[in-house]
């Protein structure tokens, strides 16, 4: 029962390497900017993100498999 359980780990360390991948090539193409801008009225500093890639369809999938994968190896123990 225990090779179950790590045969399982092991499969969502390897999804959690394909995760990190994409979130690396995703923040790496700059889906954001960040806007600066002190309020005058507020007396505040404001820091807006504007997004102009939305997260990749990958990156979630990849995180879905991953928690699954975690899940399965914790009904295994």
Do not use: K, N, W
């Not at 939305?54 to 190896?73: E, G, T």
């Amino acid at each position: 029962m225990t090779s179950l359980h790590r045969a399982s780990l092991g499969r969502a360390r390897d999804q959690l390497r394909l995760l990190t991948d994409a979130e690396g090539d995703y923040l790496a193409s700059q889906p954001f900017r960040l806007v600066h801008a002190f309020d005058m009225r507020g007396g505040r500093y404001l820091v807006r993100a504007h997004v102009a890639q939305s997260v990749p369809h990958a990156i979630v999938q990849h995180a879905d498999d991953v928690v699954r994968r975690l899940r399965a190896s914790l009904d295994e123990l």
